[in-house]
């Protein structure tokens, strides 16, 4: 049964998780696009936050170094990265953005390899990393208009881009910090600061402003499909799958969500796959499997043990 149920959980979070890309560019039509980050991670940050109350022994940050660690991941993996990402989102589809934001394992290696003292990057591992750009920027290259070089659609893919690099440079940092904190209480208060950061921005921003936001049935159901399931749901089956099957088997969820932010979008938003976005997956796959070779060869006999029904 445990089998059966590792693959269940597995294919319900690439679901969940690819399908947010599908939520977010629908939800633009009606939210600024920081609001509309800000306010799903309102929602979400409290709901982490009272399961942190219930699960850990440790619902709050205390030394300094907790919240630094929180400090980090609220403003890299939570703001930084969902800031950028949904403005991105603004002008590419839910497939491209999923696929552009699988490179991020493969820049969190690039990252350790150069803050972290223990890690090196081996000659292979440097070509996985560049196979990595190399993918997104056939993503980019591949919506230019003859002429012009930077269009809406490329600017948009190097915004999700560097969502991409804020999550991973964050996932690098927080483990540069020595703090004992439960991930569950590290990510609900990571969330509640990053909501906060986000408010700000949108504060900052002159296009943006609680006006405009068009409270219509189809906006609510994004946002709390983002909040609920994306959010709330989707972290608390990634927290049982982390410990069930570790981090490199997690790592491949990047992989799987693509293909369900690709039907998603073409379900309920008429999005089309090209070949060039097939393409830029594929040579970013092929990136993360080069920098992960070894790791990869360890957990290959798990994976298919897990993956045996």
């Known amino acids: 049964m445990t089998s059966y149920r590792n693959v269940a959980l597995f294919v319900l979070l690439a679901a969940v998780w690819g399908s947010a890309f599908m939520a977010i560019k629908a939800g633009l039509d009606y939210f600024p696009p920081v609001l509309f980050a800000a306010i799903r991670y309102d929602v979400a940050g409290v709901l982490m936050l009272a399961y942190a109350v219930y699960a850990t022994d440790r619902w709050r940050p205390r030394t300094g170094d907790e919240w630094r660690l929180v400090l980090v991941g609220g403003a890299l993996m939570i703001a930084g990265y969902h800031a950028f990402l949904f ?5 590419t589809t839910s497939a491209v953005a999923a696929i552009v934001v699988s490179t991020s394992p493969i820049l969190t290696t690039g990252f350790a390899r150069v803050l972290l003292p223990s890690e090196r990057l081996t000659p292979v591992g440097i070509v996985g990393l560049l196979l990595g750009l190399v993918g997104v920027a056939i993503l980019s290259l591949g919506t230019s208009q003859a002429g012009a070089v930077v269009t809406p659609g490329v600017v948009g893919k190097l915004l999700v881009f560097a969502a991409a ?3 991973a440079l964050g996932s690098v940092l927080t483990r540069r910090i020595d703090a004992d904190l439960p991930i569950e209480t590290m990510e609900a208060w990571s969330m509640v600061l990053g909501a906060v950061m986000m408010h ?9 402003s609680l006006a405009m936001v068009e409270w219509t049935a189809e906006g609510v159901a994004a946002l709390a499909y983002l909040s609920l399931a994306a959010s709330a ?16 088997e997690i790592n491949l969820v990047s992989y799987v969500a693509p293909v369900f932010a690709a039907v998603s979008g073409w379900l ?3 999005e089309q796959v090209t070949v060039v976005t097939g393409l830029g997956f594929l040579v970013i796959f092929a990136g993360f499997c080069l920098l992960k070779r070894r790791a990869l060869a360890r957990e290959l006999p798990q994976l298919r043990s897990s993956l045996r029904l």
């Open 87 to 91: 403005v991105g989102e603004m002008e």
């Open 165 to 167: 690099v804020s999550f």
């Open 200 to 208: 700000v921005i949108s504060f900052a921003r002159p296009a943006e």
């Open 233 to 248: 749901l989707g972290f608390l089956v990634y927290f049982d799958l982390l410990e069930r099957l570790g981090p490199i």
């Open 268 to 270: 309920f938003l008429h």
